[in-house]
């Protein structure tokens, strides 16, 4: 079983910047695969970048290259999502997610952590004009 718990949602106005935070209760180095996704309102949930623990090579969507980092910190077992340059479609609930089974590196790549996942319990992030 793994306990997720985000923290630094918040508002902030275009071109701004956010880093939210995600502790867990395990070794991240254990888990394959670990990301962050969002969901806005009337919209789909979509992952927003991901990171296989063992590989360390970072993942994200078209839309915010450039803009977010996702980092680890293995010694506070917290993973990071830096948002930069923010943006008004960046509005959504953000979830911190880690794979309960093995997921290839490619799977992880797509965002795909499986049947099992387990979820922080979200942060809003609203950005305005």
């Known amino acids: 079983q793994v306990s997720l718990v985000e923290s630094g949602g918040g508002s902030v106005q275009a071109g701004g910047s956010l880093t939210l935070s995600c502790s867990t209760s395990?070794?991240?180095?254990?888990?394959?695969?670990v990301g962050w996704f969002r969901q806005s309102a009337g919209k789909e949930r979509e992952g927003v970048a991901a990171?296989?623990?063992?590989?360390?090579?970072?993942h994200y969507v078209d839309s915010v290259k450039g803009r977010f980092t996702f980092y680890l910190d293995n010694a506070k077992k917290t993973m990071y999502l830096q948002m930069n340059s923010l943006k008004p479609e960046d509005t959504a609930m953000y979830y911190c997610?880690?794979?309960?089974?093995?997921?290839?590196?490619?799977?992880?790549?797509?965002?795909?952590?499986?049947?099992?996942?387990?979820w922080g319990q979200g942060t809003q992030v609203t950005v305005s004009t």
């Open positions: 990171i296989a623990p063992g590989i360390d090579i970072s």
């Open positions: 997610a880690a794979a309960d089974l093995f997921r290839s590196q490619n799977s992880c790549g797509r965002f795909d952590l499986g049947s099992r996942v387990y």
């Open positions: 395990v070794d991240i180095s254990s888990i394959s695969c």
